[in-house]
């Protein structure tokens, strides 16, 4: 006998309906399994029962292995603000595949997107690439720890900032959990296996927007003196979109000055909030900054930067050919990544975050009603700039940190699910965990869609449930 598959929450009425929408991912899905521990190599976006294939992108449109056409939410989890295959973006990438796509030197490309970073974002003198926000976050915070010979490092409960050990830690922790430890003062907990126990030694963990709590932590005698850095998303985007009250990073910002420690903006996300990324949109300048997803137009580029006395601890010129921090990487400041990165940044000016926000401030509040009108559950959006996410709670009330959004309980993440699973039917992607961004191939019209098709799917789930 077959043995059944686990589907998460999912009921069986629901599974029937992904296989009648999407029959090729299904099958995709199965061949993929024989060869990729669960079909494929992102952990962050798995769902239940198992993802849509995806083979072609446009603007905001996203057609699937069952050649079925969907609006995008989701622009790849933030990565493309112009949308899927830019004219600009594929002419760039074309012409630089006809000279090469990587090359055992620098490249000019790299010269051109550094000095667009250094003029468009204000802490920015120095940059370095890499390939990943995960690389950024681990480089940025490896050169905190080296300019300050400290070993600590202080993050948000709750906040994603890529996969290396020490950013690993509370992501998402059972807060009911006495490892977890309370909401003021909460403690380092695994977010996967295989992480050396040490790593939580060195791992604090602070209260997003809750400055004064943030500061007992920060300020405890065993901490302020041992800390190298504190790494602070803007907007915490693995949360549900959850944009930081500017008093909180300011706050921030003036305890690190006090006590010597780096503040690291995270703006792997938040870069999409304003030509000078988050710093310039809540005009609080951190000591490094560290850039991914957008910034490589759809290929793979990270960037981590900063003042040019910190920065220069990658410098072999000032330090006799033995900088102290080494910085390799074969693929590093690759020009396919770079000129997908210049295009994308070329299109952008004032005026595209403006309308970007405006937009964003339209679907934020039109969801809010929505949610109001026909959720049975209160709910919450939050978000900024093109960012937004729905929030199911158990009691009314706001979302400014991590524990906030809870519980995640099953009930509350099937609704969710239904939910995504509904836009799905109605040719609408989102993010399961019911987050999504908008890009500049987005238009009012779009808008709307999107707006109506989450309003029948509301009402469709009420009307089940009645
Ligand atoms: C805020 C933030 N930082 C860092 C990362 C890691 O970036 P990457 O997935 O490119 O490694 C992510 C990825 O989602 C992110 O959201």
Redesign the pocket.
Known sequence: MKKKEFTGSLNKKTVEQFHRLMPTSAVLNEEARKWLPGGDSRS?IHYFPYPQYFARGEGCWLWDADNRKSLDLTGN?TSLILGYNHPNVVKALREQLELGACFPGPTKPQVDLARILCERVPSIERVRFCN???EA?MNAIRAARAFTGRHKVAKAEGA????HDIMSVSIRPDPDSPDTGPAKNPKPVPHVAGIPGHTFDDAVIIPYNDPEGSRAVIEAPENAANLACVII?PVM??AGMIPAEREYLQTLKEICAKHNILLIF?E??TFRLALGGAQEFYEITPDLACF??MLGGGLPL?AFGGSEKIMSLFDPVKHRGRPPVHHGGSLNANPMSLVAGIATLEQLTEETFLQLEKMGDSIRASLQELLDKHSSVPARVTGAGSLFAFHFLREPGKVTNYRETLPHDRELQELRHLIFLGLLDEGVVMDPRGAGCLSTAFGSEYLELFRRAFGRVLERINQENN
Not at 160 to 163: E, N, Q
Request: proline fraction near 0%; glycine fraction near 26%.
């Open positions: 962050t989890h990943s926000g995960t976050t994603f900032h890529g996969t998303e985007g693995a995270d792997v996300i991914g997803k990270g």
